[in-house]
């Protein structure tokens, strides 16, 4: 499997991540905007994360806008949430050697930080 990273190029936050960290050139960068995810690629995501809720930002525009904090949402809503628009991906996501890293947390980018060192 190939390392990736799974991120916003005009995202500042996703940028500012990536310049930060080393041997980037070990991933294979794959802007969400360009190029939608495909319902294969959410599914290693899922296979790795155990759960489309754990990929989904809450922090979207689009979870505000569409009211969706008053709905209850089963995992069935959030992987087609997922598959609708890019917005809705927890950025970044790494997958690194069959690991996943979901968002821009402090931590989680110390743990890639080091994965990548």
Known sequence: MTNKIYYLASCDTCRKIIKSLPNTDKLQFHDIRQNSITAQELEEMYS???SYEALFSKKAQLYKARNLKNEK???DDYKKYLLEHYTFLSRPVFI???KIY???GQK???EVAKVLS
Do not use: W
Request: aromatic share 0%.
């Open 48 to 50: 790795l994360s155990g």
């Open 73 to 75: 949402l089963t995992e």
């Open 96 to 98: 690194i050697d069959d």
């Open 102 to 104: 979901i968002g821009n």
């Open 108 to 110: 989680n980018i110390i």
